[in-house]
Protein backbone atom coordinates (compact mmCIF):
# COMPACT_ATOMS: atom_id res chain seq x y z
CA UNK A 1 0.00 0.00 0.00
CA UNK A 2 1.10 2.96 -1.45
CA UNK A 3 2.24 5.70 1.75
CA UNK A 4 0.43 8.57 0.05
CA UNK A 5 -2.71 8.21 0.62
CA UNK A 6 -4.05 11.10 2.26
CA UNK A 7 -4.03 11.79 6.24
CA UNK A 8 -7.72 11.29 6.50
CA UNK A 9 -8.11 8.51 4.74
CA UNK A 10 -5.48 6.90 6.68
CA UNK A 11 -7.10 7.35 10.05
CA UNK A 12 -10.08 5.87 8.57
CA UNK A 13 -8.42 2.17 7.97
CA UNK A 14 -8.78 0.23 10.81
CA UNK A 15 -10.46 -2.97 10.93
CA UNK A 16 -13.72 -2.23 12.14
CA UNK A 17 -15.99 -0.57 9.90
CA UNK A 18 -17.39 2.42 11.12
CA UNK A 19 -20.62 1.75 13.19
CA UNK A 20 -23.48 3.51 12.07
CA UNK A 21 -26.92 2.85 13.56
CA UNK A 22 -30.10 3.91 12.39
CA UNK A 23 -32.16 2.22 14.74
CA UNK A 24 -32.49 -0.83 16.89
CA UNK A 25 -33.57 -2.51 13.30
CA UNK A 26 -30.87 -1.65 10.84
CA UNK A 27 -27.08 -1.20 11.53
CA UNK A 28 -24.96 -0.66 8.48
CA UNK A 29 -22.69 -3.16 9.20
CA UNK A 30 -22.44 -6.79 8.82
CA UNK A 31 -25.15 -8.89 8.87
CA UNK A 32 -25.85 -6.90 5.47
CA UNK A 33 -28.38 -3.69 5.21
CA UNK A 34 -31.01 -4.28 2.57
CA UNK A 35 -32.50 -1.53 1.30
CA UNK A 36 -35.50 -2.08 -0.94
CA UNK A 37 -38.70 0.16 -2.89
CA UNK A 38 -39.63 1.95 -5.90
CA UNK A 39 -37.15 4.23 -7.67
CA UNK A 40 -39.64 6.96 -7.19
CA UNK A 41 -42.89 7.40 -4.77
CA UNK A 42 -45.62 6.62 -6.58
CA UNK A 43 -49.15 5.97 -5.12
CA UNK A 44 -51.19 6.37 -2.05
CA UNK A 45 -53.63 4.64 -0.25
CA UNK A 46 -56.00 3.12 -1.94
CA UNK A 47 -54.02 3.63 -5.32
CA UNK A 48 -53.06 0.62 -7.12
CA UNK A 49 -49.10 1.25 -6.00
CA UNK A 50 -50.08 2.21 -2.50
CA UNK A 51 -46.53 3.11 -0.96
CA UNK A 52 -48.04 1.25 2.47
CA UNK A 53 -48.53 -1.97 1.30
CA UNK A 54 -45.54 -2.08 -0.78
CA UNK A 55 -43.47 -1.24 2.09
CA UNK A 56 -45.07 -3.90 3.96
CA UNK A 57 -43.99 -6.64 1.28
CA UNK A 58 -41.18 -5.15 1.19
CA UNK A 59 -40.37 -6.03 4.79
CA UNK A 60 -41.87 -9.19 4.47
CA UNK A 61 -38.86 -9.98 2.06
CA UNK A 62 -36.81 -9.25 4.71
CA UNK A 63 -35.55 -5.74 3.90
CA UNK A 64 -34.56 -3.32 6.34
CA UNK A 65 -35.38 -0.05 5.33
CA UNK A 66 -37.32 1.22 2.58
CA UNK A 67 -36.45 3.28 -0.41
CA UNK A 68 -38.17 5.47 -2.45
CA UNK A 69 -37.77 9.13 -4.24
CA UNK A 70 -39.53 11.93 -3.60
CA UNK A 71 -37.40 14.84 -4.72
CA UNK A 72 -36.28 12.77 -7.78
CA UNK A 73 -34.34 14.20 -10.88
CA UNK A 74 -35.51 12.86 -14.10
CA UNK A 75 -32.82 13.12 -17.03
CA UNK A 76 -35.62 14.83 -18.99
CA UNK A 77 -37.92 16.30 -16.71
CA UNK A 78 -40.63 16.10 -19.70
CA UNK A 79 -40.16 13.75 -21.71
CA UNK A 80 -38.00 10.90 -20.27
CA UNK A 81 -36.32 8.00 -21.74
CA UNK A 82 -36.12 9.09 -24.98
CA UNK A 83 -33.98 6.10 -25.24
CA UNK A 84 -36.71 3.10 -24.41
CA UNK A 85 -39.64 4.54 -25.86
CA UNK A 86 -40.75 4.52 -22.53
CA UNK A 87 -42.73 8.35 -22.35
CA UNK A 88 -44.65 7.77 -18.57
CA UNK A 89 -41.81 8.81 -16.92
CA UNK A 90 -42.25 11.30 -14.22
CA UNK A 91 -40.85 13.69 -11.83
CA UNK A 92 -40.91 12.87 -7.76
CA UNK A 93 -43.76 14.12 -6.06
CA UNK A 94 -41.44 16.28 -3.28
CA UNK A 95 -43.44 17.14 -0.83
CA UNK A 96 -46.51 15.16 -1.00
CA UNK A 97 -44.06 11.89 -1.41
CA UNK A 98 -42.79 12.92 1.64
CA UNK A 99 -45.74 12.59 3.35
CA UNK A 100 -46.32 8.92 1.71
CA UNK A 101 -43.07 7.79 2.53
CA UNK A 102 -43.99 9.19 6.54
CA UNK A 103 -47.55 6.97 6.49
CA UNK A 104 -45.63 4.39 4.98
CA UNK A 105 -42.64 4.26 7.79
CA UNK A 106 -45.31 5.04 10.55
CA UNK A 107 -47.41 1.95 9.44
CA UNK A 108 -44.24 -0.93 8.82
CA UNK A 109 -41.42 1.00 11.39
CA UNK A 110 -38.90 0.54 8.17
CA UNK A 111 -36.42 3.37 7.95
CA UNK A 112 -36.47 6.01 4.92
CA UNK A 113 -34.15 6.02 2.82
CA UNK A 114 -34.42 8.81 -0.06
CA UNK A 115 -32.72 11.52 -1.91
CA UNK A 116 -32.55 15.41 -1.50
CA UNK A 117 -30.86 17.73 -3.98
CA UNK A 118 -30.38 20.66 -2.19
CA UNK A 119 -29.88 22.09 1.63
CA UNK A 120 -33.04 24.25 1.32
CA UNK A 121 -34.86 20.65 1.72
CA UNK A 122 -33.07 20.35 4.48
CA UNK A 123 -36.11 21.35 6.51
CA UNK A 124 -37.63 19.81 9.57
CA UNK A 125 -39.99 18.19 7.71
CA UNK A 126 -37.35 16.10 5.47
CA UNK A 127 -35.34 15.52 8.72
CA UNK A 128 -38.11 13.97 10.79
CA UNK A 129 -38.67 11.62 7.67
CA UNK A 130 -35.48 10.73 6.12
CA UNK A 131 -33.25 8.30 8.44
CA UNK A 132 -30.87 7.91 5.49
CA UNK A 133 -30.84 10.71 2.96
CA UNK A 134 -29.10 9.76 0.05
CA UNK A 135 -26.79 12.11 -1.79
CA UNK A 136 -27.73 11.49 -5.73
CA UNK A 137 -25.24 10.47 -8.32
CA UNK A 138 -25.77 13.93 -10.18
CA UNK A 139 -24.52 15.58 -6.72
CA UNK A 140 -21.96 13.83 -5.77
CA UNK A 141 -19.86 16.52 -6.12
CA UNK A 142 -22.08 19.36 -5.33
CA UNK A 143 -19.57 20.78 -2.22
CA UNK A 144 -21.98 23.48 -0.63
CA UNK A 145 -25.07 20.19 -0.09
CA UNK A 146 -21.93 17.97 1.06
CA UNK A 147 -20.66 20.77 3.67
CA UNK A 148 -24.38 20.97 4.59
CA UNK A 149 -25.28 17.23 4.83
CA UNK A 150 -21.95 17.46 7.16
CA UNK A 151 -23.25 19.62 10.01
CA UNK A 152 -26.74 17.70 10.49
CA UNK A 153 -26.54 14.69 12.98
CA UNK A 154 -28.28 11.88 10.04
CA UNK A 155 -26.65 9.27 8.36
CA UNK A 156 -25.99 9.75 4.37
CA UNK A 157 -25.68 7.10 1.64
CA UNK A 158 -23.19 8.72 -0.72
CA UNK A 159 -23.68 7.39 -4.51
CA UNK A 160 -20.65 7.35 -6.66
CA UNK A 161 -21.04 10.31 -9.14
CA UNK A 162 -21.42 9.96 -13.05
CA UNK A 163 -17.94 9.08 -13.51
CA UNK A 164 -16.37 9.28 -10.48
CA UNK A 165 -13.27 8.14 -9.52
CA UNK A 166 -12.52 6.57 -5.90
CA UNK A 167 -10.65 9.60 -5.08
CA UNK A 168 -14.12 11.62 -5.37
CA UNK A 169 -15.67 9.14 -3.57
CA UNK A 170 -13.33 9.69 -1.01
CA UNK A 171 -13.19 13.35 -1.28
CA UNK A 172 -17.02 13.74 -0.92
CA UNK A 173 -17.03 11.24 2.08
CA UNK A 174 -13.99 13.45 3.79
CA UNK A 175 -16.01 16.64 3.25
CA UNK A 176 -18.88 15.45 5.22
CA UNK A 177 -17.12 13.75 8.07
CA UNK A 178 -14.94 16.32 8.82
CA UNK A 179 -17.64 18.48 9.20
CA UNK A 180 -18.74 16.20 11.97
CA UNK A 181 -21.41 14.13 10.35
CA UNK A 182 -19.38 10.67 10.44
CA UNK A 183 -22.31 8.58 9.29
CA UNK A 184 -21.61 7.96 5.88
CA UNK A 185 -21.99 4.90 3.61
CA UNK A 186 -20.51 5.00 0.13
CA UNK A 187 -22.90 3.79 -2.14
CA UNK A 188 -21.13 2.57 -5.85
CA UNK A 189 -23.60 2.43 -8.19
CA UNK A 190 -22.00 1.82 -11.68
CA UNK A 191 -20.27 4.14 -13.82
CA UNK A 192 -21.10 5.71 -17.18
CA UNK A 193 -18.98 5.61 -20.61
CA UNK A 194 -17.72 2.13 -20.18
CA UNK A 195 -19.05 -0.74 -22.37
CA UNK A 196 -22.79 0.45 -22.66
CA UNK A 197 -25.13 -2.19 -23.57
CA UNK A 198 -27.92 0.03 -24.70
CA UNK A 199 -28.44 -1.64 -27.95
CA UNK A 200 -29.42 -5.47 -26.55
CA UNK A 201 -30.12 -4.25 -23.06
CA UNK A 202 -31.36 -0.46 -23.37
CA UNK A 203 -28.50 -0.23 -20.34
CA UNK A 204 -25.55 2.74 -20.48
CA UNK A 205 -24.00 1.48 -17.18
CA UNK A 206 -21.47 -0.84 -16.59
CA UNK A 207 -21.54 -2.39 -12.76
CA UNK A 208 -18.32 -1.48 -10.49
CA UNK A 209 -17.76 -4.51 -8.62
CA UNK A 210 -13.83 -3.47 -8.22
CA UNK A 211 -14.16 -0.30 -6.49
CA UNK A 212 -15.48 -2.44 -3.40
CA UNK A 213 -12.42 -4.69 -2.60
CA UNK A 214 -10.61 -1.24 -3.25
CA UNK A 215 -12.55 1.18 -0.75
CA UNK A 216 -12.31 -1.65 2.04
CA UNK A 217 -8.61 -1.54 0.91
CA UNK A 218 -8.89 2.26 2.09
CA UNK A 219 -11.32 3.23 4.40
CA UNK A 220 -13.29 1.41 7.05
CA UNK A 221 -16.38 3.57 5.49
CA UNK A 222 -19.24 0.84 5.17
CA UNK A 223 -20.55 0.26 1.36
CA UNK A 224 -24.11 0.08 0.33
CA UNK A 225 -24.00 -1.14 -3.21
CA UNK A 226 -26.51 -0.48 -5.87
CA UNK A 227 -27.12 -3.58 -8.43
CA UNK A 228 -29.94 -1.33 -9.53
CA UNK A 229 -28.78 1.41 -11.31
CA UNK A 230 -25.45 -0.01 -11.88
CA UNK A 231 -26.71 -1.96 -14.51
CA UNK A 232 -29.87 -0.98 -15.94
CA UNK A 233 -31.70 -3.79 -16.72
CA UNK A 234 -33.60 -6.46 -14.62
CA UNK A 235 -32.30 -9.24 -15.34
CA UNK A 236 -29.02 -8.20 -14.29
CA UNK A 237 -30.00 -7.17 -10.60
CA UNK A 238 -29.90 -10.72 -8.93
CA UNK A 239 -25.78 -11.86 -10.75
CA UNK A 240 -24.48 -8.34 -9.69
CA UNK A 241 -26.44 -8.54 -6.12
CA UNK A 242 -24.37 -11.59 -5.58
CA UNK A 243 -21.29 -10.07 -7.14
CA UNK A 244 -21.31 -6.95 -5.03
CA UNK A 245 -22.07 -9.16 -1.77
CA UNK A 246 -18.88 -11.25 -3.08
CA UNK A 247 -16.43 -8.83 -3.38
CA UNK A 248 -17.47 -7.62 0.03
CA UNK A 249 -20.44 -4.81 0.34
CA UNK A 250 -22.16 -4.34 3.39
CA UNK A 251 -25.47 -4.12 1.79
CA UNK A 252 -27.61 -3.28 -1.06
CA UNK A 253 -29.71 -0.76 -2.34
CA UNK A 254 -32.15 -2.38 -4.68
CA UNK A 255 -35.30 -1.16 -6.96
CA UNK A 256 -38.73 -3.19 -6.99
CA UNK A 257 -42.09 -2.52 -8.08
CA UNK A 258 -45.66 -4.17 -8.09
CA UNK A 259 -45.64 -3.84 -11.46
CA UNK A 260 -41.66 -2.80 -12.82
CA UNK A 261 -42.85 -2.40 -16.57
CA UNK A 262 -45.08 0.40 -15.18
CA UNK A 263 -42.94 2.51 -12.69
CA UNK A 264 -43.10 5.54 -13.31
CA UNK A 265 -39.16 5.72 -13.15
CA UNK A 266 -36.52 2.94 -14.06
CA UNK A 267 -39.06 0.67 -15.40
CA UNK A 268 -36.17 -1.55 -16.78
CA UNK A 269 -34.50 -2.26 -13.88
CA UNK A 270 -37.16 -2.58 -11.70
CA UNK A 271 -37.56 -6.05 -10.13
CA UNK A 272 -40.47 -8.08 -9.09
CA UNK A 273 -40.92 -8.49 -4.97
CA UNK A 274 -40.35 -12.14 -5.84
CA UNK A 275 -36.92 -11.78 -7.36
CA UNK A 276 -36.27 -9.37 -4.21
CA UNK A 277 -37.13 -12.10 -2.14
CA UNK A 278 -34.83 -14.45 -3.53
CA UNK A 279 -32.04 -11.98 -3.33
CA UNK A 280 -32.63 -11.18 0.78
CA UNK A 281 -32.92 -14.93 1.01
CA UNK A 282 -28.98 -14.95 0.71
CA UNK A 283 -28.19 -13.57 4.26
CA UNK A 284 -29.97 -15.68 6.19
C1 LIG B 1 -31.89 6.73 -7.14
O1 LIG B 1 -31.33 5.92 -6.40
O2 LIG B 1 -33.09 6.97 -7.08
C2 LIG B 1 -31.09 7.44 -8.15
C3 LIG B 1 -31.58 8.46 -8.85
O3 LIG B 1 -29.86 6.96 -8.30
P1 LIG B 1 -28.56 7.67 -8.90
O4 LIG B 1 -28.43 8.98 -8.20
O5 LIG B 1 -27.51 6.68 -8.56
O6 LIG B 1 -28.78 7.80 -10.38
MN1 LIG C 1 -33.99 4.86 -10.03
Not at 60 to 85: D, E, F, H
Not at 192 to 199: E, L
Amino acid sequence: MSNDLPIFIENLRKDKKLDISIDKNLKIDWPWTKIAGPCSVEGGPGDKYDIVEIAKIVKSNGANALRGGAYKPCTYPVVSSISTGNYNWKEGLREEGLDLLNLAKKETGLPIVSEIMHDSQLTNKTLDIIDIIQVGTRNAQNYDLLDSLGEINKPILLKRGLYGQIEDMLGAAERIMTRGNTQVALCPRGVGGGPSYRHIFGSIWSPDIMIIPALNELSNIPIIYDPSHSTGYRNFVKPISKAALAAGANGLIIEAHPNPDNSVSDPEQAITFDTLGEIFEWSA
